[in-house]
Each structure stands twice: as structure tokens, then as C-alpha cells.
């Protein structure tokens, strides 16, 4: 098992510890209810290089908004540990939240790059919770290599922008997406979904596949692009927040005909399906497509 820490200074102790020893630190941030995607991000750690590997589990109250799903967010401690242990982690941080952030905490990371828009537009003060939160991550931990999942694509943009700004001294790794067989992303939020709900979920990445279709056509009008996932999600989805065909670095919404390069644009989907919010995305060019159901 890997060993649980609980405590901030504890924490800085083990890690400063590891690399006294000469190992490099690894690093994965999670909200815990581990699953494969988390689990590929610890193997990406190590193949990156880390041979002290710490991941936490903390529900960032920060980073949710008024009415957001901080108290209903799965919370599965032991599981999580075991998973942990399967994948050689060496410490799993998971504080309470009253310890990480004292009563007289009052400081904040204030996030740059690209906030503006999708997420940071629907969720007003998220990515300064994020900031906030791998700020003080990131000092505890002084990790060389930290692994973030390209399932939250612009998340992992503005974790970039922040660790260069600031001068943070850690590697920020982008990992692709895993998905379930049947092409859904893997979320931890996937377990609020009923199971009704599953297979209207799956409109996500029939959208997503469908546009890869049109690209691998030779589509490069942004609009058609887009417009093809909205005509799959529409129908199956309760609501559709977002669907943008963006610049893979800037997170700008491209019109007109996107330049023919290796590395294409990236369509990013934020819906609801009942209660559950859900966000995918693929980098056209770079992501295979999502599994297509079996027979089609
Ligand atoms: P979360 O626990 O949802 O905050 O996610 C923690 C990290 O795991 C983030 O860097 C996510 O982008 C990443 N992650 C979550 N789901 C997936 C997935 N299906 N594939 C790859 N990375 C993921």
C-alpha cells in the first residue's frame, strides 16, 4: 500500500526526503474515485521518469462553483488506496479540506492563458481554484514531472501558462484520453450517470467520432465541422453548453477553413445529460477517434 498523508507538512517532509535520496518526483492531482484514466496518467509518471510517485486525492472545494456537485462528488478513500498500490504509487496525499485550507486562508492564484472562454466561461472562478489549488500542490510536492489528462483539455492548457509564468520548477506532461470500450471518456463522473442516461451519454463521442470522419474526409471548414457534433449531441443530450472547433494552444474558436496542419484543431463538448454534466474532447490530427459501437 502506498502511505497515506494526510497532513501539509508531512507531506513536504516525504517528498523532500525522496529527493534527497536522488529520486525524481512524480505527480499526479486528482479528485480521487480513481479510474483507468487516472491510473494511465500514473503510469505516464513513471515512463516519464519518476521514481517516487505521489498522487492526491482532494475534492477542491475552490474549484467548484454554487450549485456544483462539491457535495454529492464520489468519495472512495480505500478504493482509491488499493488502486494506488496496483500502480507502485509511494504516497497518496488526501487532506481534509479544513487542514489544507486553514480558516485564515485567504490568498489566491489568479489564472491566465486561455480562461475566458468554455470552461472558465460556464464555471466562473474554476481555473483560479485550480490554480490555486496545484500552487500550493506543486510547493509541497516539488515534483520534476507532473502528468495532466488532455480530457480536460483547457485545464491542462492553463495549468501550462501558470507553470510558466511563475517560474514553477515542473515538467507539465499532457496525457491523451481514455475512454471506456464503447468510446465514453473515462469520469469519475461517469457513476452519477443512470442507466438510461449511459446511452445518451454515448451521443458525446458519436458526435466527436463523426466530426473525426468529416476531418479524415478532408473537411476543413470549422463551421461544417461543428456543426456536424451539434447535429449528433442536439438530439440525445439535455443541453448543450458548448461545442467549439478551437486552436489546439490558444483555445480562440477558429472559423473559415483551419490550416492543413499535422496538428489540427481541437473540438471540445461540454453537456448535460439528467443532472450530470460531462466534458470530451478530440484533437483532430493527433486523437484517434473514439470506438465506434460494435457493427457500425
Ligand atoms: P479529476 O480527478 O477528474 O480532477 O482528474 C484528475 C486528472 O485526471 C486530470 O488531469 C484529468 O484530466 C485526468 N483525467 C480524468 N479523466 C481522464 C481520462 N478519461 N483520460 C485521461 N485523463 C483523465
Not at 144 to 164: H, N
Not at 171 to 177: E, F, S, T
Amino acid at each position: 500500500m502506498p502511505e497515506l498523508v494526510t497532513e501539509r507538512a508531512e507531506l513536504r517532509r516525504r517528498c523532500e526526503q525522496a529527493r534527497q535520496a536522488g529520486r525524481a518526483v512524480g505527480f499526479v492531482p486528482t479528485m480521487g474515485a480513481l479510474h483507468e484514466g487516472h491510473l494511465a496518467l500514473l503510469d505516464a509518471a513513471r515512463r516519464e521518469g519518476a521514481d517516487f510517485l505521489v498522487a492526491s486525492i482532494f475534492v477542491n472545494p475552490l474549484q467548484f462553483g454554487e450549485g456544483e456537485d462539491f457535495q454529492r462528488y464520489p468519495r472512495t478513500l480505500q478504493r482509491d488506496l488499493e488502486a494506488c498500490a496496483g500502480r507502485g504509487v509511494d504516497v497518496v496525499f488526501a487532506p481534509e479540506a479544513r487542514h489544507f485550507y486553514p480558516p485564515d486562508f485567504s490568498s489566491r492564484v489568479v489564472a491566465g492563458g486561455p480562461v475566458a472562454r468554455w470552461e472558465g466561461a460556464h464555471r466562473p472562478g474554476h481555473f483560479d481554484g485550480v490554480a490555486t489549488v496545484l500552487t500550493k500542490l506543486f510547493s509541497l510536492v516539488g515534483p520534476s514531472v507532473a502528468v495532466f489528462g488532455r480530457k480536460d483539455f483547457q485545464q491542462w492548457r492553463v495549468v501550462e501558462r501558470l507553470v510558466e509564468d511563475l517560474d514553477l520548477p515542473v515538467r507539465v506532461v499532457g496525457h491523451p484520453i481514455v475512454r471506456e470500450p464503447d468510446g465514453l471518456a473515462r469520469s469519475s463522473r461517469n457513476l452519477y450517470l443512470s442507466e438510461a442516461e449511459r446511452p445518451r451519454a454515448l451521443a458525446i463521442p458519436g458526435a466527436l467520432t463523426s466530426a473525426h470522419d468529416l476531418w479524415s474526409r478532408g473537411e476543413r471548414r470549422a463551421e461544417v465541422l461543428g456543426r456536424r457534433v451539434e447535429e449528433v449531441l442536439g438530439p440525445a443530450v439535455d443541453e448543450v453548453d458548448y461545442v467549439a472547433v478551437v486552436d489546439a494552444r490558444t483555445l480562440e474558436p477558429l472559423c473559415g477553413e483551419v490550416a492543413d496542419e499535422p496538428c489540427g484543431p481541437v473540438v471540445l463538448v461540454a453537456a448535460r445529460v439528467g443532472t450530470t454534466r460531462l466534458i470530451d474532447n478530440l484533437w483532430l490530427g493527433v486523437d484517434d477517434p473514439p470506438q465506434r459501437p460494435a457493427g457500425d
